[in-house]
């Protein structure tokens, strides 16, 4: 009876996506994996397959401190796009100042941790009071764009921390012939 079990449920995980069989608190899929920090819960999100989008998806969603002053959020999104890592962000761009009209970005390229070329954005959107901070990483993977970004009100996420935060993370080219 115990190997039926056992046989049924890896039959089973074989037809989950990738990103469902990680644990809760981290995501993984065929191109990228990412953890976040210990204080950050993760919030239900659908699973979808990573690869094929018709919008720009959240894929995975975490929070801090929810309903407080100083609270922040991760959150993971993708879209097909096959361009280069400049392209993207070229659109990512065009897309937050389409949004809304008080937006700032500052922008430097650079690479996540295992090397994938990444651009690093600092976004303000708004002002006063309702002024909101935006750090995130942006990178293409050959088949899809993907956004690993932390917010938060303006106080709640300074850069050095939004770069702890984000920085357990790998990516590398999407292997689209491998599934």
Same mark, same amino acid.
């Given at each position: 009876?115990?190997? @039926?079990?056992?046989?049924?449920?890896?039959?089973?995980? @074989? @037809?989950?996506?990738?990103?469902?069989?990680?644990?809760?608190?981290?995501?993984?899929?065929?191109?990228?994996?990412?953890?976040?920090?210990?204080?950050?819960?993760?919030?239900? !999100?659908?699973?979808?397959?990573?690869?094929?989008?018709?919008?720009?998806?959240?894929?995975?969603?975490?929070?801090?401190?929810?309903?407080?002053?100083?609270?922040?959020?991760?959150?993971?999104?993708?879209?097909?796009?096959?361009?280069?890592? %400049?392209?993207?962000?070229?659109?990512?761009?065009?897309?937050?100042? %389409?949004?809304?009209?008080? $937006?700032?970005?500052?922008?430097?390229?650079?690479?996540?941790?295992?090397?994938?070329?990444?651009?690093?954005?600092?976004?303000?959107? +708004?002002?006063?009071?309702?002024?909101?901070? !935006?750090?995130?990483?942006?990178?293409?993977? +050959? $088949?899809?764009? $993907?956004?690993?970004?932390?917010? +938060?009100?303006? +106080?709640? !996420?300074?850069?050095?921390?939004?770069?702890?935060? @984000?920085?357990?993370?790998?990516?590398?080219?999407?292997?689209?012939?491998?599934?």
């Amino acid at each position: 009876m115990n190997r @039926l079990a056992v046989l049924v449920l890896a039959a089973f995980a @074989l @037809l989950l996506p990738a990103a469902v069989l990680a644990a809760a608190q981290q995501y993984n899929d065929p191109a990228m994996s990412f953890t976040p920090p210990a204080d950050y819960v993760p919030l239900p !999100v659908p699973s979808h397959d990573p690869a094929n989008f018709d919008d720009p998806t959240v894929m995975a969603a975490y929070v801090r401190n929810p309903g407080k002053q100083n609270a922040s959020q991760i959150t993971l999104r993708m879209e097909n796009f096959q361009g280069d890592v %400049n392209g993207y962000e070229m659109t990512v761009e065009n897309t937050m100042r %389409n949004q809304s009209g008080d $937006v700032f970005i500052k922008k430097t390229a650079t690479q996540l941790a295992n090397g994938m070329p990444a651009i690093w954005q600092e976004i303000t959107i +708004g002002s006063g009071f309702e002024q909101v901070k !935006v750090f995130q990483y942006v990178w293409a993977d +050959g $088949v899809r764009g $993907v956004q690993l970004a932390v917010t +938060g009100r303006n +106080g709640a !996420v300074d850069e050095p921390e939004a770069k702890r935060v @984000l920085a357990n993370v790998s990516a590398v080219a999407y292997p689209k012939y491998r599934y």
